[in-house]
């Protein structure tokens, strides 16, 4: 690229091609701003459907529900052993993907 020949052209090239890269920032960021505001919309949208769409699981009426930390019903919550696993004589036994 020549040289522009007189230094007030050189000044006003780069003044140009500083707001044109001051502009584009601008976009970007604006932009990158959109798309995490969209992303958290959808985020909550997806995750109020799944949790709608999914069976067993009780949702809170009105305010916060605080219970024993015990469940009387049976909606597929973890329940405790019947019986405590027997321990072993043998040694464990372990295997490496590696060949």
Known sequence: ???PEQPAAADRSV???VRRRERGLRR????????AAAAVAGTAVLGAGYAHALP??????GSA????GTSTGTSGGLQ???QAPAPTGQA???QSGAS
Do not use: Y
């Open 65 to 68: 529900q605080h219970g024993s």
């Open 1 to 3: 690229m020549p040289l």
């Open 15 to 17: 003044r140009d091609a």
């Open 56 to 61: 067993g699981i009780p949702l809170p009426t």
């Open 80 to 82: 405790p052993a019947g």
């Open 92 to 94: 464990p036994q372990t």
């Open 28 to 35: 970007v960021s604006v932009t990158t701003r959109w798309v």
